[in-house]
């Protein structure tokens, strides 16, 4: 088993400012339907209209780990956090970079006196997710493209 990283410092990513390319890089890795330019302008977007918040995982100062979260209040879940992206370069995944991540939101939520944590989670993610202590969600989310 691999060994647990024990110096991780989580920074919050100034999304008005340059972002870091390391940073972009983990991006692209997690939405990679984007190009740089316009990643960065949707990220911007969500932080100014939706409270969107952007964190890296930084080991020896390099980023590593990110995770995205927002605010939200819904009529069917309350109010919550809403993990909409979170990624861990993949050389370090299994190290307990992702368990920060979300710890650290986790402390955010309660911080705030949110009900809850949701997280968008790909199929092949949701073991690491259900060992977390993340639960499939009752509802399903359906889409319609137009």
Known sequence: ?????????I????LDAEVPEPVLRLLVELRTNYLDDELLTALRDQAHALGYELHAAEVASTPVGLVGFRPVHTLARGRHLHVDDLVVTRDLRGRGIGHRLLAFVESRA??????????????EVLDFSRRQG???????????RL
């Open 11 to 14: 920074r919050r990513v100034d």
């Open 110 to 123: 309660e911080e705030a006196s949110l009900r809850a944590v949701y997280l968008d989670s790909p199929h």
């Open 1 to 9: 088993m691999p060994e647990i990283l024990q110096d991780v410092a």
């Open 134 to 144: 993340y639960d499939p969600h009752e509802a399903v989310l359906m889409r319609k």
